[in-house]
């Protein structure tokens, strides 16, 4: 089965090249593509992809031409995917790419079909940061868990892995963080077997160059409400 590791990407010009020589080391024995779309960067991120990767055998570059946000991004990478198993890897180096192995396991072995990661499983190191941040992650996910009948810990946690038959099967709306839940009510309105991983996390601060804010948080509140009740 092939891979597609999607990689959406803006103003990480520090951080890219790292993780995708992670990713590529990680997956050395797997038939395997990396997607990585810019969300029209403006920190030299945009040339840098231009420059290494662009005619390179292994990737699809993709440029957004304006900053559309993390859900358009990843939805223009899924569409270009052409792996039979999508991972969603983010472009910072908060996540560890070893840990998609144990996910893409479970898919492969067919006991799953989709599978989140979690970084409040398992006993990887999680960097013990940003209270509100996991205050507001802990109401937004049991929020999701009302409406799509679940038991998930982190529905905001980067990593998903799932089948191209079924992300294609839906049709997301959301342009930024509210695909998160989007993505988790959908999924689960399938009925398809849902699993959730335990995940190393090494998580950045805002001065770090973390984007996620309290905006993107009552977007994602608002999404579950639209999504689990009348979608």
């Given at each position: 089965m092939k891979i597609?590791?999607?990689?959406?990407?803006?103003?990480e010009i520090n951080t890219i090249e790292k993780i995708n020589k992670?990713?590529?080391?990680?997956?050395?024995?797997?038939?395997?593509?990396?997607?990585?779309i810019d969300d029209c960067s403006n920190d030299g991120s945009k040339d840098l992809l231009k420059k290494k990767f662009l005619d390179s055998d292994?990737?699809?570059?993709?440029?957004?031409?304006?900053?559309?946000?993390?859900?358009y991004s990843l939805n223009e990478g899924f569409k270009k995917a052409d792996g039979d198993i999508i991972c969603i890897q983010d472009a910072d180096l908060e996540y560890d790419p070893k840990d998609l192995l144990k996910m893409i396991d479970l898919i492969i072995e067919d006991k799953a079909d989709v599978?989140?990661?979690?970084?409040?499983r398992g006993d990887g190191p999680v960097r013990a940061n940003l209270f509100l941040n996991r205050l507001a992650n802990f109401f937004i996910t049991s929020l999701t868990n009302v409406f799509a009948n679940l038991s998930l810990t982190d529905i905001e946690c980067c990593y998903k892995v799932f089948k191209k038959t079924d992300i294609t099967?839906?049709?997301?709306?959301?342009?930024?963080?509210?695909?998160?839940?989007?993505?988790?009510?959908?999924?689960?309105?399938?009925?398809?077997?849902?699993?959730?991983?335990?995940?190393s996390y090494f998580g950045r601060t805002k001065s770090e160059g973390k984007k996620i804010g309290?905006?993107?948080g009552i977007r994602a509140i608002y999404c579950i409400f639209k999504y689990g009740i009348f979608k």
């Open positions: 597609s590791i999607i990689i959406p990407c803006f103003n992670k990713v590529q080391d990680t997956f050395l024995n797997y038939d395997f593509e990396i997607v990585i292994l990737h699809k570059i993709i440029f957004n031409n304006k900053n559309y946000g993390k859900g599978v989140f990661g979690s970084r409040f099967s839906i049709n997301i709306q959301e342009n930024r963080f509210g695909i998160e839940p989007e993505l988790t009510i959908k999924f689960a309105k399938l009925n398809l077997r849902i699993f959730e991983v335990g995940i309290f905006i993107d």
